[in-house]
T-cell receptor, first 114, second 113 residues
Framework: GAGVSQTPSNKVTEKGKYVELRCDPISGHTALYWYRQSLGQGPEFLIYFQGTGAADDSGLPNDRFFAVRPEGSVSTLKIQRTERGDSAVYLC????????????FGPGTRLTVL | AQSVTQLGSHVSVSEGALVLLRCNYSSSVPPYLFWYVQYPNQGLQLLLKYTTGATLVKGINGFEAEFKKSETSFHLTKPSAHMSDAAEYFCAVTSRGSYIPTFGRGTSLIVHP
C-alpha cells in the first residue's frame, strides 16, 4: 500500500508569507506527527494528533505555527508570517494508536524562506 | 530531559569493511531505542529498534545494534559495508510511557569503492 505522502515536496516563499504543508498518512493510521529537520540536525517534534485532536502540541515553536486534521486523516501544517529561520525540511509520520514506536515517515517538504 | 549523542557527523569506510556508528543516550531509566536511515530526498526508514528483551537487535539490510545499559549505548554495526549503505543514520530514544522520539544529530555514512 501507499506510504505517507507529503505535498509539496519543495516550497519556496518570501519572508512574511503564509504557507500550508500537507500530509497524507497511511490509511488506517490514527496517529499523526509533524517534525522539523533543520540542516545538519535530527528531526525535532512539533505536534502529535490522535484522530482529529492535537494530543500534544508542545513542540510548536510559537503561535505562527498551527496544524489541523479535521477529518482524522489528512493534516495541514500552517505557518504564518514566515521567517528565514523557518527554512527546514518538515517531516510527517503516522502510526497506529498503541504502536507509536513504529512511526512511518513521509519524504518531507523542504521549505525555503527567502 | 533525555538526549542522544552520535559521535562523528561523518564516518567513512571502504566497501566490505566493518561499519560502526556510535550512539549514546542519557536517560534515567532504560528507554526505547531506534536507528533510522535517511536516503537523499527520502523520509526516515526504521532500521531496528530495542524495546525489551534481547539486547542484541537485528534489523534490515544486515544491520544490528546492541543495547548496553551500563554504557548507555546503542551502537549500530554491519560486518560488511555496501555502496548502497551510504546515507544519513539517526539514533533516537523514547522514554517509556512517551511516544515522541528524541533524535541525535545524525551520522553521514560514506562508503568508498
Amino acid at each position: 500500500g501507499a506510504g505517507v505522502s507529503q505535498t509539496p515536496s519543495n516550497k519556496v516563499t518570501e519572508k512574511g508569507k503564509y504557507v500550508e504543508l500537507r500530509c497524507d498518512p497511511i490509511s488506517g493510521h490514527t496517529a499523526l506527527y509533524w517534525y522539523r529537520q533543520s540542516l545538519g540536525q535530527g528531526p525535532e517534534f512539533l505536534i502529535y494528533f490522535q484522530g482529529t485532536g492535537a494530543a500534544d502540541d508542545s513542540g510548536l515553536p510559537n503561535d505562527r505555527f498551527f496544524a489541523v486534521r479535521p477529518e482524522g486523516s489528512v493534516s495541514t501544517l500552517k505557518i504564518q508570517r514566515t521567517e528565514r529561520g523557518d527554512s527546514a525540511v518538515y517531516l510527517c509520520a503516522s502510526s497506529f494508536i498503541g504502536r507509536e514506536h513504529e512511526q512511518f515517515f513521509g519524504p518531507g517538504t523542504r521549505l525555503t524562506v527567502l | 530531559a533525555q538526549s542522544v549523542t552520535q559521535l562523528g557527523s561523518h564516518v567513512s569506510v571502504s566497501e566490505g569493511a566493518l561499519v560502526l556508528l556510535r550512539c549514546n543516550y542519557s536517560s534515567s531509566v532504560p528507554p526505547y531505542l531506534f536507528w533510522y536511515v535517511q536516503y537523499p530526498n527520502q523520509g526516515l526508514q526504521l532500521l531496528l529498534k530495542y524495546t525489551t528483551g534481547a539486547t542484541l537487535v537485528k534489523g534490515i539490510n544486515g544491520f544490528e545494534a546492541e543495547f548496553k545499559k551500563s554504557e548507555t549505548s546503542f551502537h549500530l554495526t554491519k560486518p560488511s559495508a555496501h555502496m548502497s549503505d551510504a546515507a544519513e543514520y539517526f539514533c533516537a530514544v523514547t522514554s517509556r510511557g512517551s511516544y515522541i522520539p528524541t533524535f541525535g544529530r545524525g551520522t553521514s555514512l560514506i562508503v568508498h569503492p
